[in-house]
């Protein structure tokens, strides 16, 4: 973003009910199909997959696993020591 428009955006700031309709009119739901499973996982097709298998130089495992609170803090919207949200 050139620091013109960064300036500008900083002036006039989008109104929240601009705000909200891009969750709908940005949202990828039912894009491919009611039925689906994946999401924008189906971006990633076979080819994307042996294009990025050639940028491997070294085998190393990167986890992709994010740490999870065991303990509630106040303002918390479940429990996550419990089975149900």
């Given at each position: 973003?050139?620091d013109?428009?960064r300036?500008?955006?900083?002036?006039?700031?989008?109104?929240?009910?601009?705000?909200?309709?891009w969750?709908d009119?940005?949202s990828?739901w039912?894009r491919?199909g009611?039925?689906?499973?994946l999401?924008?996982?189906?971006?990633?097709?076979?080819?994307h997959?042996?294009?990025?298998?050639?940028?491997?130089?070294?085998?190393?495992?990167?986890?992709?696993?994010?740490d999870?609170r065991?303990?509630t803090?106040?303002?918390?919207?479940?429990?996550?020591?419990?089975?149900?949200?």
């Open positions: 973003m050139s013109v428009r300036e500008d955006a900083m002036r006039n700031p989008p109104s929240e009910a601009e705000v909200l309709s969750f009119r940005l990828n039912s491919w009611s039925d689906d499973q999401g924008t996982l189906n971006l990633i097709t076979r080819d997959r042996r294009k990025a298998a050639r940028l491997v130089v070294e085998g190393l495992n990167v986890s992709c696993a994010w999870i065991a303990i803090q106040e303002g918390d919207h479940f429990d996550l020591r419990s089975d149900t949200c």
